[in-house]
């Protein structure tokens, strides 16, 4: 069951880096079998297209075939393509006719559905009528939903009798955890559920509530939560799910709500219980222990995150209670992220007689150059985790073993500190890339560095999380990774840069032709002159989010909707960060009274204005 939350996510990556590291593929089909054999286009076998189909978006197989004749018709409607309809990013006209002539015709047959925005699930499941009549929908994927919308349809979805898999994406901010999950376990047939979703920024995360009765019971089997969740209500969260066999929660939070855990008299026995996932935000030791002692007795894989509370460091406490509450275990992986100054006699008791004999290895990394505070203690050998936190020196003292570590389960990397010269760790299938810190010496070694580290070809997405990182250092970095299609980043580069002179460097000129962005989030605000820039180094851009000046905003769309250059031809979905919702009424007078766009939607969710077209 857990392989439903990226199946149809991880199918086409596949497909698209088959397209990526094949390009003669369809050279080799066409020069030996049609110009050699002297075929016509039609006498290929249907082996043959179907293996074409396989490097083409659903939309593009409709488009470019259906209509030819009907054999081509009579292969799309037999293939198992209209069964999972995974709907990326596109255009509203792109989608309004994908919508009307592949979702609609096929509503019947399709098992999965992904909406990659919040306008594409208003358009599809505008009425009780249309949802009911996916009558064999499995998997439901919504990116980016309004909470209103999910509760609409909730009641709808229960009487989709076959869906079983269930994946959201809050667009806008949760204020009750009661009624989204009240919702969700209205679902009696689901098995997998995914969620996340944010709170304000200035709403106390404490104040989150979670209360649901005992006598409310869902079949979830797969849950993962990725968001802050109140820790004291976990008792009630677990009691609710008898048939549990995985749990993620991206981050346990304390609460100021009045259950103590102690206080509640009513446990379930979580027999099926194998896989536990937590990150623990500043959660006493003492308060795990408790969830440890009541939930935990069949748990096999255990794996934890914590930032507080020396205890979580103290292997003989981990000891008894692995013996005592959690003897199936059999894959303890624990990152305790903080200091450990003054800690290393507790450190050294997991390199006893008991984790070697298990098997469990554990090492240390910080900056010593910044501060003790800033480091990590993990479990290694074999290191599981998808992400890795990359800090300026190890600790070879902490090391109980004399086995490689081996990276390969990495797929997202982060940069916390100077990289090192000949570096020796390796992170072969890293995809993604986040810098938390400003380095002061950022300069070619830097990409020489990382580069020994990861294949920057193979990146897909770099976030730069620092403010201060230079215009040019990242301009620089475009031209070693031309396979990016995401990337995020501060507005200050743009800012104290002269933006002329920059333009005409040859780097300038070389990260635009390469470069093969799709999406760019930039914090903080752009003025007109810096987008111009923006577009010209982007040339393929068709989602940008960014924050603008009031009294620039409708200057700024106008230049971005204009047909009189060619920038931004790709576009077509935009996010302003932090604007007034009266704009929403000023851009639809502007676009009527200059007629910039027939066709788009705008909504307003969370102080960000999104314009679609």
């Given at each position: 069951m857990q392989w439903q939350e990226n199946d149809v996510i991880q199918n086409s990556n596949w497909i698209k880096k088959r397209k990526l590291h094949n390009v003669d593929f369809f050279s080799d089909v066409?020069?030996?079998?049609?110009?050699?054999?002297?075929?016509?286009?039609?006498?290929?076998?249907?082996?043959?297209?179907?293996?074409?189909?396989?490097?083409?978006?659903?939309?593009?197989?409709?488009?470019?075939?259906?209509?030819?004749?009907?054999?081509?018709?009579?292969?799309?409607?037999?293939?198992?393509?209209?069964?999972?309809?995974?709907?990326?990013?596109?255009?509203?006209?792109?989608?309004?006719?994908?919508?009307?002539?592949?979702?609609?015709?096929?509503?019947?047959?399709?098992?999965?559905?992904?909406?990659?925005?919040?306008?594409?699930?208003?358009?599809?499941?505008?009425?009780?009528?249309?949802?009911?009549?996916?009558?064999?929908?499995?998997?439901?994927?919504?990116?980016?939903?309004?909470?209103?919308?999910?509760?609409?349809?909730?009641?709808?979805?229960?009487?989709?009798?076959?869906?079983?898999?269930?994946?959201?994406?809050?667009?806008?901010?949760?204020?009750?955890?009661?009624?989204?999950?009240?919702?969700?376990f209205q679902l009696k047939k689901l098995k997998y559920c995914k969620i996340e979703y944010t709170i304000k920024d200035d709403q106390n995360q404490k104040s989150i509530s979670f209360d649901l009765t005992r006598h409310v019971f869902s079949p979830i089997q797969y849950l993962i939560i990725n968001g802050d969740f109140p820790f004291n209500s976990l008792n009630n969260l677990l009691s609710c799910l008898p048939e549990l066999h995985h749990i993620s929660i991206q981050s346990l939070v304390n609460s100021n709500d009045n259950i103590k855990i102690d206080d509640l008299s009513y446990y379930i026995h979580l027999r099926y219980l194998k896989y536990v996932s937590f990150k623990l935000n500043s959660i006493d030791f003492n308060k795990f222990e408790n969830i440890i002692k009541q939930f935990f007795d069949y748990v096999e894989i255990l794996h934890l995150t914590m930032n507080s509370d020396e205890k979580y460091l103290n292997a003989k406490l981990w000891q008894q209670l692995i013996i005592s509450y959690m003897p199936y275990l059999r894959i303890f992986d624990m990152k305790y992220q903080g200091s450990i100054e003054n800690k290393y006699d507790i450190i050294k008791q997991f390199s006893s007689s008991f984790w070697i004999e298990k098997k469990w290895f554990f090492t240390h990394e910080h900056d010593w150059k910044s501060t003790m505070d800033r480091g990590v203690f993990y479990s290694s050998i074999p290191y599981r985790r998808k992400d890795y936190m990359y800090y300026w020196a190890s600790d070879e003292q902490l090391y109980s073993h004399n086995q490689e570590e081996n990276f390969n389960s990495v797929n997202h990397l982060f940069i916390c500190s100077k990289i090192k010269d000949h570096c020796l760790k390796c992170f072969p299938n890293v995809n993604q890339l986040t810098f938390t810190l400003?380095?002061?010496?950022?300069?070619?070694?830097?990409?020489?560095?990382?580069?020994?580290?990861?294949?920057?070809?193979?990146?897909?997405?770099?976030?730069?999380?620092?403010?201060?990182?230079?215009?040019?250092?990242?301009?620089?970095?475009?031209?070693?990774?031309?396979?990016?299609?995401?990337?995020?980043?501060?507005?200050?580069?743009?800012?104290?840069?002269n933006l002329d002179v920059v333009r005409r460097n040859y780097a300038f000129e070389y990260a635009s032709k390469i470069n093969k962005i799709k999406s760019l989030i930039?914090?903080?605000?752009?003025?007109?002159?810096?987008?111009?820039?923006?577009?010209?180094?982007?040339?393929?851009?068709?989602?940008l989010e960014t924050g603008m000046n009031r009294t620039e905003i409708q200057q700024i769309i106008r230049f971005l909707l204009s047909k009189t250059h060619n920038k931004t031809q790709h576009l077509f979905y935009l996010c302003i960060a932090y604007t007034p919702k009266v704009c929403i009424k000023e851009i639809n007078v502007m676009m009527k009274s200059e007629n910039l766009l027939k066709n788009y939607s705008i909504k307003y969710i969370n102080s960000n204005l999104y314009l679609w077209w």
């Open positions: 066409f020069s030996k079998r049609i110009y050699s054999n002297r075929y016509h286009f039609e006498d290929l076998a249907n082996e043959i297209f179907y293996e074409i189909f396989e490097y083409l978006d659903l939309y593009d197989i409709y488009k470019g075939f259906f209509n030819l004749n009907q054999r081509f018709q009579n292969l799309i409607i037999n293939s198992n393509f209209l069964n999972q309809i995974n709907i990326s990013t596109m255009s509203k006209s792109k989608f309004e006719y994908y919508h009307k002539n592949i979702l609609l015709p096929n509503k019947h047959r399709i098992r999965l559905i992904r909406l990659s925005n919040p306008f594409m699930n208003e358009l599809i499941f505008s009425s009780a009528y249309t949802i009911l009549r996916f009558i064999h929908l499995e998997t439901l994927i919504f990116d980016h939903i309004e909470m209103k919308d999910f509760i609409k349809l909730i009641n709808h979805l229960a009487h989709l009798h076959e869906l079983y898999s269930l994946i959201i994406s809050l667009a806008d901010h949760i204020q009750s955890l009661s009624v989204l999950f009240s919702s969700i400003f380095f002061d010496d950022w300069n070619d070694s830097i990409v020489r560095n990382l580069n020994c580290m990861i294949s920057l070809e193979q990146l897909t997405k770099i976030v730069l999380e620092p403010y201060r990182i230079p215009l040019e250092d990242i301009i620089r970095l475009l031209c070693f990774t031309s396979n990016l299609h995401t990337l995020q980043f501060h507005t200050f580069g743009l800012h104290h840069n930039l914090h903080g605000r752009c003025s007109l002159n810096e987008l111009e820039f923006i577009v010209n180094l982007f040339p393929q851009l068709k989602c």
